[in-house]
C-alpha cells in the first residue's frame, strides 16, 4: 500500500514536470519563431532605407554635376556622407546576412544528421 502511494505520487509529480516542460518548449519555440520574423522584417526595411538612400545620393549626384552647383563644396560633402551612410547600411546587411546564412547553415546541419542517424537505426 505504501509502495503503491508513493509511486502515484512520483507519477503525478512526473506528469506535472512534463506538462510544464512541454509548455515551456512551446512557448519558446514561439517566441524564437516571432523574433526571426521581427528580424526579418527588420532587415526589409533597413534595405528599403538603404535603397532610398542610395537614390538620394544618386539625385545628390545629379544635381552637383549641374553647371549651377559645379564644385559646391557643400554638395560635395552631402554626398560623401550620403555614400559614407549606404556604405554603413550595406556593412550592417552584410554582417547580418552572414550571421543568418550561418544559423541557417549550421540548422541544416543537424537537420541533416538528424536523418542520418534515423537512417542507420
Same mark, same amino acid.
Given at each position: 500500500m505504501m509502495l503503491i502511494t508513493s509511486l502515484s505520487?512520483?507519477?503525478?509529480?512526473?506528469?506535472?514536470?512534463?506538462?510544464f516542460l512541454i509548455w515551456y518548449a512551446f512557448n519558446s519555440i514561439k517566441?524564437?519563431?516571432?523574433?526571426?520574423?521581427?528580424?526579418n522584417?527588420?532587415?526589409?526595411?533597413?534595405?528599403?532605407?538603404?535603397?532610398?538612400i542610395g537614390v538620394y545620393v544618386g539625385h545628390l549626384h545629379s544635381v552637383g554635376e549641374l553647371e549651377m552647383f559645379y564644385g559646391d563644396e557643400t554638395l560635395r560633402? *552631402?554626398?560623401?556622407?550620403g555614400?559614407?551612410?549606404? /556604405?554603413?547600411?550595406? $556593412?550592417? @546587411?552584410?554582417?547580418?546576412?552572414?550571421? *543568418?546564412?550561418q544559423k541557417e547553415d549550421t540548422g541544416? /546541419?543537424?537537420?541533416e $544528421?538528424? @536523418?542520418?542517424t534515423q537512417n542507420i537505426d
Open positions: 505520487i512520483v507519477l503525478g509529480i512526473s506528469l506535472i514536470m512534463n506538462i517566441q524564437i519563431h516571432y523574433d526571426q520574423v521581427q528580424i522584417g527588420l532587415i526589409t526595411e533597413l534595405e528599403e532605407l538603404q535603397d532610398m560633402e *552631402l554626398m560623401r556622407h555614400q559614407t551612410v549606404v /556604405d554603413a547600411f550595406r $556593412d550592417y @546587411q552584410n554582417s547580418y546576412s552572414s550571421l *543568418l546564412e541544416d /546541419d543537424e537537420t $544528421d538528424n @536523418q542520418t
